[in-house]
Every structure is written in structure tokens, then in C-alpha cells.
Nanobody, 116 residues
Framework: QVQLVESGGGLVQPGGSLRLSCAAS????????MMWYRQAPGKEREWVSH????????GYADSVKGRFTISRDNAKNTLYLQMNSLKPEDTAVYYC?????????WGQGTQVTVSS
């Protein structure tokens, strides 16, 4: 059974940091490109970042570039998102996504709220 379980969300003040984790099971994690998406209230889900399964190259949305860092630990089947210099507009539910030839899987999301 495929599972993606996000954790690490919470309430943080503007300028603060959070580290999200996504624990994967039920599929061969190292063979999948992994992504983070987010969805703010009343808005569509948007792509935040990705990290490739092969060379580990990554990409970021312009809105988070220079503040967020994506990484993966294939030995632990875990995806991470380090979020620094958080802004109120980063408030959203953050989802991890695994995309490969055999499937496209989503987690249940973790809430991030940036507020003073």
C-alpha cells in the first residue's frame, strides 16, 4: 500500500523557519521524482519545488526561490522541504507528490500558517 505522510507543519511567525518531511512507503522511492505542492484557501494547488530521482537536480517556483530548499534521503525514503524567511503568503496546506512511470501518488497534506 502506497503511503506518503507529511509532517512538520505548524504556526510560525513571519521570518521564521519550518522543515517539512514526507515519509514514503509502498513504492520504490528512489525511482520517483518528488515534488512539493501547496494550496492556500480559495486558491488552486500550485507547484512549489521538485527534485529528480536520477541526478537529484531540483527546481523552485519563483515565489520560494532562495528561501526554500528541497532534499531527499533515499536510504530513509523521505523527502524534505526546508522553509526559511517565511511570509504570510506562504500559508497553505503543503502536499508531497511522487511521480513515476508506475504511478502518481499524493500525501494528505500538512498545514503551514505564517502569522504574527
Amino acid at each position: 500500500q502506497v503511503q506518503l505522510v507529511e509532517s512538520g507543519g505548524g504556526l510560525v511567525q513571519p521570518g521564521g523557519s519550518l522543515r517539512l518531511s514526507c515519509a514514503a512507503s509502498g513504492f520504490t522511492f528512489r525511482r520517483y521524482t518528488m515534488m512539493w505542492y501547496r494550496q492556500a484557501p480559495g486558491k488552486e494547488r500550485e507547484w512549489v519545488s521538485h527534485i529528480n530521482n536520477g541526478d537529484g537536480s531540483s527546481g523552485y517556483a519563483d515565489s520560494v526561490k532562495g528561501r526554500f530548499t528541497i532534499s531527499r534521503d533515499n536510504a530513509k525514503n523521505t523527502l524534505y522541504l526546508q522553509m526559511n524567511s517565511l511570509k504570510p503568503e506562504d500559508t497553505a496546506v503543503y502536499y508531497c507528490n511522487a511521480r513515476g512511470k508506475l504511478g502518481d501518488y499524493w500525501g494528505q497534506g500538512t498545514q503551514v500558517t505564517v502569522s504574527s
